[in-house]
């Protein structure tokens, strides 16, 4: 399996055109009913089974959108899916059932960003306290937003 | 007025499936940092770990946001403190790229050299602190742990004559360097890294000699393979699960292509695996460093002008993943640029991180004083966990 072939594969499988990237990576857009079964997809078929990262961006009135960046480490290409939650949407489902690795980063993900991965087995905060008020990566959280003093 | 509740008198009659939950930190010796361990035990073995982390939190990636691409890197240094010069490296690497800025061929052996003579600081730090973590199967425990921190000065030193500080370096600039090296430098660096060489073999034999040593690295703490990548384990850590996954050698970026190394790779996966392929990084390291010193190409050292100047960073839209090997793995930067002055999201991928998510995997089963055997192998910088 080399890049170019996962490519194509992922446009003949999922019908998603827009395969952009480098010599090395792809690139894709997922809608958010197919995160599951295009993330299985890349585990199972692509041998995408390193886990890299999980994050998400705001992008404002635009809504959150998830990118999760996996690995296939033997033929030496990653991939990046991105999925759209649409505005006002902070639900995703789960990538954990897929990739364990996955369950600490969806933490960080929640804990930043407020997303809510459903099927997720252990949904808390990882990094701020389990007090915190807010999501701080969210565009609408100020940098100086004040917070009452650790005790 | 709030009442104080009576004292109960709980009756132990320990029969073999008694739980006791145990905290281990977030002040203990062998978390390096601030980590916190909450162990269920049945007697000796402990059967369940929760890992709670985010002691050291200080939202990079938020602060990121606030900060130009010419000032974040010094920033970034702090991400992971240990190894400051592949924290820088990763960033500049990815608003290089989104801005499509060369680096001068100079400039790209000095990142190198820097880089793996952090790797070499890193590794020593790690091998003094996971052989006092061992304690006293060696013999009184500081006996390395000292050793390993006398060259570390060294190199120390060597990064304070080039840049001036000790721990956080800011050398990295977008574009290049910040600073050239000093006359004379070149000469102690290669008597430096003779010594170092000179001294790893007397530690290994130390080391590898002691049967204590073996019995608690040897099969203890193993890692498969398909766990390795499940959970997105790197550097030392997968290649000491059979993974020959090296991102100098796998996306060669500023001229590691020019370089002859090896890349050691273990297929047992447990404590002493991930300490022989450590071991042999050192030595490839040096010999990376000895390489770049006798072909160093003359030049500039930047293609942008100096720090001190207005001229800013001009980074185009654009989005680029970055990553490149660090002491402890894979570190990643991940920079959406929308145009103007400050990134407008960062998403920093810290190898700790990743690696530190293997240990509620690997732990269960194990006896407590496994715990920190396996803890010490994973080599976490809390700074680059909680970042």
Redesign the interface.
Known sequence: MTRDQAATLIGERFGIAQVEGDS??IVVTVPVEQWTPFALFAKDTLGC?????S?A??WKEQGLEV?V?VDN?DA?F?L?MKTRLGPGVSACPSLVPV???A??MERECYD?FGIRFEGHPDLR?????DDWEGH??LKS?A?DTPHPPYR | MSTVAPTKTVEFEYSGGERLTMNMGPQHPSAHGVFRAILTLEGEDVVGVDAVIGYLHRCHEKLSETLTYAQYPSIASKTDYVAAMTSEFAYVLAAEKIAKIEVPKRAQYLRVICAELQRVASHLLWLGTWCLDMGGALGGGATIFLYCIRERELVLDLFESLVGARLLYGFYQVGGTRYDIPPGWAETCRETVDLIDRRIDEYERMLEENPFFLARAKGVGLISRELAEDVGISGPLLRGSGVACDLRRAEPYSSYEDFDFRVPVETAGDCFARYRVRMVEFRESLKIVRQALDRLPEGPISSRPGLKSVAQVRVPKGEYYARVEGARGEVGCYLIADGSAKPYRMKWRGASFSNLAVLPHIIPGHKVADVVAIMGSVDPVFGEVDR
């Open positions: 090395a990576t089974r390193f886990f890299n990262f994050t961006v705001d990118v960046r480490v030496r990653g990046l990739y364990r690795g369950n600490w930043m905060r990882i990094l701020l306290g701080p990566l959280y940098v």
